[in-house]
């Protein structure tokens, strides 16, 4: 027999995932190029030569054992040193490779994470608007997700109705910041109010409640913004990374979790880390590609383009009436609709061959995502056809 509740996801299917297969197969009708697909956050720019360079040099030079065999179940010992250090560097942190474990990319770091500090039936909180798949990835470790209704004028903290919800049932809270899919950075006074109120929590439950921040955004900040280091302000913080946007590697699948050395039992968690990968099948991170990672640990891809991406959607959209926050980083920007319904609003875009993501599946009715992760010169080109949609859809003038 075959399992129920996986037949049943099948209904709940990827809406991200299902536009992107609509533009894919429109593109096939009329050419990739003509369909201004917004939906799915795919960087657009190349990896830095430098890892591919690496890349080969490693292939050529190394033992084929050490690149091509199981690395330990934590990662590779000299791979986890090079994160540590790097992340005490650039963030005053006082991590060693003890408090290190690889992961296949962020995902498979929250996967990790949400086992290793809840029990089943444990509550977990996040704020709105969020990444659809916390859901599965939480209720997959037997957990509820909770979702605080969102700040909508600046896309912060909602602290009055986050402060109804931290019951004795949760144990961690996950947050997103640069967030996906608003575009906003929590502030530092945002993230210590934050940490204030866990720590208040923390005393009058009498258990720990942790922070879980997922950061696969962290490198990719607009205007000069400085994007606050979440661990450096909350003890009880595990810090999950991937190297999917800021090295444009989505497909190597490869991220680390970071627990802050100031949690209680941190080197507990990292080793647990190891065994909970027994019991999900995840094991031990392409060894090739950790080597490499450690050798450019501090490079990014070119990343300006999103930021040219940001301005040229941002101007276009307030100038024709859209009410928006102006995202402080990642490559996605989350605009109100033009009428109450956004999935009808986003529906009807697609006659225009526009794919905008609408904000329902992301805990915010009413708004819709753009993932800007595209060529400049193709959102140069949607523009004209946004101001089609609007003036036709809308009787809106840019």
């Known amino acids: ?34 369909v201004f697909d917004y939906s799915l956050g795919n960087p657009s720019v190349p990896v830095p030569q430098e890892f591919t360079d690496c890349c080969i040099r490693l292939l050529r030079e190394k033992d084929p054992m050490q690149i091509h065999g199981y690395s330990p179940s934590l990662g590779i010992p000299s791979v986890r040193e090079a994160v540590a250090a790097s992340l005490n560097r650039r963030f005053g942190m006082n991590y060693g490779p003890e408090h290190i474990f690889m992961a296949s990319g962020a995902a498979g770091a929250l996967a990790h994470a ?9 509550e977990i909180l996040t704020f709105a608007p969020f990444f659809p798949e916390y859901r599965p990835y939480v209720e997959g470790a037997g957990d509820t997700l909770k979702v605080v209704p969102a700040d909508t004028q600046a896309f912060q903290i909602n602290f009055e109705a986050f402060e109804e919800l931290v019951s004795k049932k949760v144990a961690a809270v996950l947050v997103n910041s640069p967030n996906n899919p608003s575009g906003a950075v929590y502030s530092e006074e945002t993230l210590r109010r934050l940490a204030d109120i866990l720590r208040k929590k923390q005393e009058e439950y009498g258990h720990d409640i942790f922070l879980i921040s997922d950061e696969p955004y962290r490198e990719i900040a607009f205007d000069g913004k400085q994007v606050p280091y979440v661990s450096s302000l909350y003890e009880n913080t595990i810090s999950c990374y991937s190297f999917s946007k800021s090295l444009s590697l989505p497909g190597e699948r490869i991220g680390y979790v970071a627990v802050n050395p100031a949690c209680r039992e941190a080197e507990t968690i990292v080793n647990m880390c190891g065994q909970i990968s027994r019991g999900t099948g995840h094991n031990c991170p392409p060894s090739l590609i950790q080597l490499a990672v450690a050798e450019v640990i501090d490079r990014t891809a070119d990343l300006s383009v999103y930021e040219t991406n940001r301005n040229l959607l941002y101007d276009c959209l307030t100038g024709l009436g859209f009410t928006c926050v102006r995202p402080e980083g990642t490559f996605y920007i989350f605009p109100k ?62």
Request: charged share 30%; with cysteine; proline share 3%.
């Open 1 to 34: 027999m075959i399992s129920e509740k996986y037949r049943a996801m099948l209904g709940g299917k990827s809406v991200i995932r299902t536009l992107s297969e609509f533009a894919a197969k429109r593109g096939a009708e009329i050419g990739y190029e003509n």
């Open 114 to 122: 949400f086992r290793a500090v809840t029990k089943p039936g444990d």
């Open 337 to 398: 609709a033009l009428e109450e319904d956004a999935n009808a609003f986003s529906q009807k875009a697609l006659a225009y061959d526009l794919i905008l993501v609408p904000g329902d599946t992301f805990g915010c009715p009413g708004y819709f995502r753009m993932a800007y992760c595209i060529d400049t010169e193709k959102v140069k080109r949607s523009l004209e056809a946004l101001e089609r949609f609007v003036r036709t859809e809308y009787g809106k003038q840019g």
